[in-house]
């Protein structure tokens, strides 16, 4: 699916680290990546195995397990190809920031992506109160 949604989170693999406050998504949070088409020595990428996505509360600070693992649709993918993955089950209420790597067939991993910062939030306000017709 390739619609584009306020809600979505753009990850490029190649752009400059962000560290502002993102935007706020809910439960039908995303996140939107292009693929790589060079591998670190400039070749053609011919070898892509999957996307690993890591989540964490804290900017700057990502854990070795993967929150998701994403397999890539083609070892050689197409230029400007922009994958689409919904955000993993457990996201805490809040400010969260995410990563992603991509890793080849041998297990060669990425350096990591741009940060990108979102805050998840899944709780609605109360109802308003007093609601009456007026002439
Ligand atoms: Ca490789």
């Given at each position: 699916m390739r619609r584009m949604l306020s809600l979505l989170l753009l990850v490029s693999l190649f752009a400059v680290p962000a560290f502002a406050v993102g935007p706020v998504v809910g439960s039908t949070c995303k996140f939107e990546w292009t693929e790589p088409?060079?591998?670190?020595?400039g070749s053609n990428v011919t070898d892509l195995a999957e996307y690993r996505l890591y989540i964490s509360q804290t900017a700057g600070s990502y854990g070795s397990t993967p929150a998701k693992i994403i397999p890539a649709p083609?070892?050689?993918?197409?230029?400007a190809s922009v994958l689409q993955t919904a955000c993993p089950a457990g996201i805490p209420e809040g400010q969260s920031y995410a990563v992603m790597t991509a890793v080849d067939v041998a297990g060669n991993a990425s350096v990591f992506s741009n940060e990108a910062p979102f805050v998840f939030d899944t709780v609605a306000p109360g109802s308003p109160v007093q609601l009456t017709p007026k002439k």
């Open positions: 088409q060079t591998n670190t020595n083609l070892a050689d993918p197409a230029a």
